[in-house]
């Protein structure tokens, strides 16, 4: 493939993330934030999915990767992938559910949400981590 095509396309691809970032702030800017910050159920669920599945999916899988190949996943990649599992939710998950005629708006507010409370639930991963492995 030609390299202006190459590099076209990568600035193109760049541009998601941006861009999907705009249009939750439209969102969010059209629904106010402590409406978006208001939980329910649905959002519960996915604060859950969040920082606690999604986590605890991670570690069952580094013990087993430890365990059927000892000596491949050393301790720091064990801390980095039970942090990173706990990052918050992607910025263009709403555009995605736009796009798929999903709730959008519950995409959003749990980017929002997810982002608020990750400061919070950064330091604790990082301590059950550093403690576990």
């Known amino acids: 493939m030609p390299l202006f ?33 208001q939980l329910n159920k649905a959002k519960i669920l996915g604060i859950i999915g969040r920082f606690i599945l999604g986590p605890l999916l991670m570690y069952v899988t580094i013990i087993a990767t430890r365990h059927l190949f000892p000596g491949l996943v050393t301790s720091m990649d ?8 706990a990052t918050p939710t992607m910025a263009i998950l709403p555009v995605l559910a736009a796009q798929k005629g999903a709730n959008a708006k519950l995409g959003n507010d749990l980017v929002v949400l997810t982002t608020v409370l990750f400061i919070f639930v950064l330091p604790i991963i990082y301590l059950i981590a550093k403690a576990v492995f």
């Open 5 to 37: 095509v190459m590099n076209t396309t990568q600035l193109l691809g760049a541009l998601v993330t941006p861009l999907a970032l705009l249009y939750s702030g439209m969102m969010l800017y059209s629904a106010g934030l402590l409406r978006s910050l």
């Open 78 to 85: 064990s801390q980095v992938w039970l942090v990173q599992s």
